[in-house]
T-cell receptor, first 112, second 114 residues
Framework: GESVGLHLPTLSVQEGDNSIINCAYS??????FIWYKQESGKGPQFIID?????DKRQGQRVTVLLNKTVKHLSLQIAATQPGDSAVYFC???????????FGQGTILTVHP | GAGVSQSPRYKVAKRGQDVALRCDPI?????LFWYQQALGQGPEFLTY????????KSGLPSDRFFAERPEGSVSTLKIQRTQQEDSAVYLC????????????FGPGTRLTVL
């Protein structure tokens, strides 16, 4: 079935530090694993995805790691900035047309 | 280019009133989704359209909720006889043919039912 679980629902870091947001998942059949962020007052925004046959993917200041053995997904943000303050979700997929199941999310607060 | 837009951004309704929420997706996007987001929670799926066809409405909480996308572009979510528990942010998202899980969200409509 589809479910998402997030460790540590809140995370506070200092500006310039690296951040790691973790996510456990149950649906191993997903072709992709996905991260979204949602800033206050805005809709969610796609950050990055990783195919299920990969274990690492890098974007701009972000890296996603996938460990299918333990069903664990993480998002690493380098040199975290105040603009990174948001709620981060790792929604579960599972349908052919992209229906997302979000869960509660992790609140990241970056202190200047 | 323009992103997904939603109107109105805020709506206050008295209990029992009908409301209509509009979504303008990104031009050319085949897929359109509606989600409901309660305060402090993640978005929850309501319904999905592929062009004008409503292929999944499993998330609509009651028969008071109705969505349409008659010409395969603009969509309207209608809530009849609003209740206080309908108070939430209603989010619309669209996606293209090649990456269904990369959805582009609008800013949402915040509905408050008094």
């Amino acid at each position: 079935g589809e479910s998402v679980g997030l460790h540590l629902p809140t995370l506070s870091v200092q500006e310039g530090d690296n951040s790691i947001i973790n996510c456990a998942y149950s649906n191993s059949a997903s072709d992709y694993f996905i991260w979204y962020k949602q800033e206050s007052g805005k809709g969610p925004q796609f950050i990055i995805d990783i195919r299920s046959n990969m274990d690492k993917r890098q974007g701009q200041r972000v890296t996603v790691l996938l460990n299918k053995t333990v069903k664990h997904l993480s998002l690493q943000i380098a040199a975290t900035q105040p603009g990174d303050s948001a709620v981060y979700f790792c929604p579960a997929g599972g349908t052919s047309y992209g229906k997302l199941t979000f869960g509660q999310g992790t609140i990241l607060t970056v202190h200047p | 280019g323009a992103g997904v837009s939603q109107s109105p951004r805020y709506k206050v309704a008295k209990r029992g009133q009908d409301v209509a929420l509009r979504c303008d997706p990104i031009s050319g996007h085949v897929s359109l989704f509606w989600y409901q987001q309660a305060l402090g929670q993640g978005p929850e799926f309501l319904t999905y359209f592929q062009n004008e066809a409503q292929l999944d409405k499993s998330g609509l909480p009651s028969d008071r909720f109705f969505a349409e996308r008659p010409e395969g572009s603009v969509s309207t979510l209608k809530i009849q006889r609003t209740q206080q528990e309908d108070s939430a942010v209603y989010l619309c998202a669209s996606s293209g043919r090649t990456s269904f899980h990369e959805q582009f969200f609008g800013p949402g409509t915040r509905l408050t039912v008094l």
